[in-house]
């Protein structure tokens, strides 16, 4: 056996390593999260204005699984991004893993700040005004199932995009991108980004604009921490 096969054996037992520590740490807080799945669903319709109902007992365990999941996900991502760390540790300077480790509690404080603006700005205000559209004609009677994928559709993707300003930042530290290519593809990436607005919200321009301004809005803060993280690598490089 080769030098190489069986670096590429090391990195695949490693990889699978990883793999497997991510999974538990998803099922362990899948299996915590379902523990107090009543609890959490009091306290996210505990201000609902309008009737939920369910059309069948599949219904209600899927709409169980939904909410766990969801805060599943949540709290395996910084053992996501500490384990991808521990995977890529070898390959960067000892620099480059100070930086790189640094950005680990960012990407799980800005995960739930989304998911936090998705919730208490963008859901109530699209919900509203969606409800507001019925004008009396329409008995307003949701299943359980709609109005929390509803709700998801709402606030999920928020999280993930605020990790935008992090992961531009990180990569330019590690000079995989810099502020004046992201200028440059700015048209690229406003394009991507309202295509991403209008296949997660609701057929409706509110929703669209209300998703569309804040992934703009994060864009170009992403572009000018990148210029931040830029210019002080290049001061660094200098000084040394």
Known sequence: MTTNEMNLIGHLSELRKRLIIVLGSF????????????????????????????????????????????????????????????????????????????????LFILFLVGISFGYFVIFPIVFDFLLSLSEDMFYTFFTTEKYFRFMLHMTLPFGLLFELPVIIMFLTSLGVLNPYRLQKIRKYAYFVLVLIAVLITPPDLLADILVVVPMLFLYECSVLLSKVVYKRKQKLSIAA
Request: charged content about 10%; aromatic content about 14%.
């Open 27 to 106: 099922i362990l807080f899948f299996i915590l999260a379902f523990m107090y799945v009543n609890e959490i669903y009091n306290w996210l319709s505990k201000d609902i204005d309008v009737t939920l109902a369910v059309l069948g007992p599949s219904e209600i365990l899927w709409v169980y699984l939904m909410i766990a999941c969801v805060v599943s996900i949540s709290g395996t991502i910084p053992i996501v991004a500490h384990q991808i760390w521990i995977f890529v540790r070898p390959a960067l300077t000892p620099k480059e893993q100070k930086v790189t480790l640094a950005y680990i509690p960012s």
